[in-house]
């Protein structure tokens, strides 16, 4: 778990693993959810998950819905 602060919006969130996760792999760059799934699983020396793909989807439309993380155009 971890706590998340957000300054703009005065926000703090308690976060599970896997949203913790995401954000810890965004903090390197932008990625595409795939990718994010990819170094989620490098990071934890595990295969990559493809079965994970639409939850990290849907956690990184939460994520941004909250004003943590922005889209960036490919």
Known sequence: ESVVFNSGSGHTHL???????I???????????GQVVSRI??????PPDLDLLPRVE???TELHGLDLI?????
């Open 58 to 60: 849907n956690l990184l």
């Open 15 to 21: 976060f599970t693993p896997l949203p913790s996760e």
């Open 41 to 46: 699983a490098h990071s934890l020396d595990l």
């Open 23 to 33: 954000l810890r792999s965004l903090e390197t760059g932008p990625a595409t959810p």
């Open 70 to 74: 922005d889209p960036v155009d490919a």
